[in-house]
């Protein structure tokens, strides 16, 4: 099983940053697609940003393309989310997701517990 834990979060005035950290456990990380999702009260989960195994590819949604970067750090066995010039909008739960791809093309996806993203204006 692939463990999961959010760091990072908190309290910030808009146009501010954080730094979302993800620590991963059990089995092979290097081969998990990862990403961060958010969701705010009364919404679906929506996705934000996506890195492949290598690093080489990622992927964000049209609201943070631009102002947040996904990472990776292998050797470390962790994921960022460098988030600048946030926006009351941005206000959410964000979640880490690690998402390992069967035989067959089944997908198992992981989830942390969540970290609480607070943007006042």
Same mark, same amino acid.
């Given at each position: 099983? @692939?463990?999961?834990?959010? &760091?990072?979060?908190?309290? /910030? $005035? +808009?146009? %501010?940053?954080?730094?979302? &950290?993800?620590?991963?456990? %059990?089995?092979? =990380?290097?081969?998990? +697609?990862? %990403?961060? =999702?958010? $969701?705010?009260?009364?919404?679906?989960?929506?996705? @934000?940003?996506?890195?492949?195994?290598?690093? #080489?590819?990622?992927?964000? &949604?049209?609201? @943070?393309? %631009?102002? =947040?970067?996904?990472?990776?750090?292998?050797?470390?066995?962790? /994921? /960022?989310?460098?988030?600048? &010039?946030?926006?009351?909008?941005?206000? +959410? @739960?964000?979640?880490?997701?690690?998402? #390992? #791809?069967?035989?067959?093309?089944? /997908?198992?996806?992981?989830?942390?517990?969540?970290?609480?993203?607070?943007?006042?204006?």
């Amino acid at each position: 099983q @692939v463990q999961l834990m959010e &760091s990072g979060g908190g309290l /910030v $005035q +808009a146009g %501010g940053s954080l730094r979302l &950290s993800c620590a991963a456990s %059990g089995g092979t =990380f290097s081969t998990y +697609a990862m %990403g961060w =999702f958010r $969701q705010a009260p009364g919404k679906e989960r929506e996705f @934000v940003g996506g890195i492949s195994g290598t690093g #080489i590819n990622t992927y964000y &949604s049209d609201s @943070v393309r %631009g102002r =947040f970067t996904i990472s990776r750090d292998n050797a470390k066995n962790t /994921v /960022v989310l460098q988030m600048n &010039s946030l926006k009351p909008e941005d206000t +959410a @739960v964000y979640y880490c997701n690690a998402r #390992i #791809i069967q035989v067959l093309g089944y /997908v198992n996806d992981y989830w942390g517990q969540g970290t609480q993203v607070t943007v006042s204006s």
